[in-house]
């Protein structure tokens, strides 16, 4: 089973400029969640789409915003760049579950932002 | 807002030596997550846990979910190099909801 695939991995861009990473879920998770990690820190909640919906919103400017496609996979842009944003960007998925069991999230290994 | 806090932030131990840490909130939690992340990759799942008092083994690794419903622990016993790395743990409050992550334990193994 192939995991959370993201792209790219490493992506550089100029202070001011829009930045679009994309994420690709497990086959079968409806779910997709966005994390910023920046440099040593923990991870801050961005976003959660299901069934192309975005569900939840963590505390980020609404210049940091995305989508979900029909086929669960994810977008995630942020617009007006700034250099607080250099971090590494995770998306995970899962299923949408409602009772015990829910085994969490897979992770992708990230995309890398530089912001210059 | 919901809010998980580690203890340790950071540990740095002698390789064999066991390691324990934990993850507290104000909230009461469904279900209790530990991950692990090394350098330059994605978090990966170690150990679920779904009820209070439950205890639950991975190898070397042994976490609890407490049995008032708001921490957790993680174990590990006898300590090797490739445990380094940073631990989150992460609740579930409600569910159906998102998981809400701490800020992690960076643990360091020193040979």
């Known amino acids: 089973e192939a995991g959370v695939t993201q792209s790219p991995t490493h992506l550089i861009k100029t202070r001011g400029q829009q930045a679009t990473l994309r994420c690709s879920p497990i086959?079968?998770?409806?779910?997709v969640y966005w994390y910023q990690q920046a440099l040593g820190l923990g991870l801050q909640f961005l976003l959660w789409?299901?069934?192309?919906?975005?569900?939840n919103r963590g505390n980020f400017p609404p210049r940091f915003s995305g989508r979900q496609f029909p086929n669960y996979s994810s977008e995630l842009n942020v617009n007006a760049l700034e250099l607080e944003d250099s971090a590494l960007y995770l998306c995970?998925?899962?299923?949408?579950?409602?009772?015990?069991?829910?085994?969490?999230?897979?992770f992708g290994s990230g995309t890398r932002l530089t912001v210059v | 807002g919901q809010q998980l806090n580690q203890s340790p932030q950071s540990m740095f131990i002698q390789e064999g030596e066991d390691v324990s840490m934990n993850c507290t909130s104000s909230s009461i939690f469904n279900t209790w997550l530990w991950y692990k992340q090394e350098p330059g990759e994605g978090p990966v799942l170690l150990i679920a846990l779904y009820k209070a008092g439950e205890l639950t083994s991975n190898g070397r690794l042994t976490a609890q979910f407490g049995i008032t419903r708001k921490d957790s622990f993680l174990n590990i016993s006898a300590s090797i190099p490739s445990d380094v790395g940073i631990y989150f743990c992460a609740g579930q409050r409600n569910y159906g909801q998102n998981f809400v992550f701490g800020p992690g334990t960076r643990l360091s193994v020193l040979p």
């Open positions: 995970a998925s899962s299923r949408l579950v409602w009772d015990i069991y829910n085994y969490g999230y897979t």
């Open positions: 789409y299901d069934e192309g919906e975005e569900r």
């Open positions: 086959s079968g998770h409806t779910s």
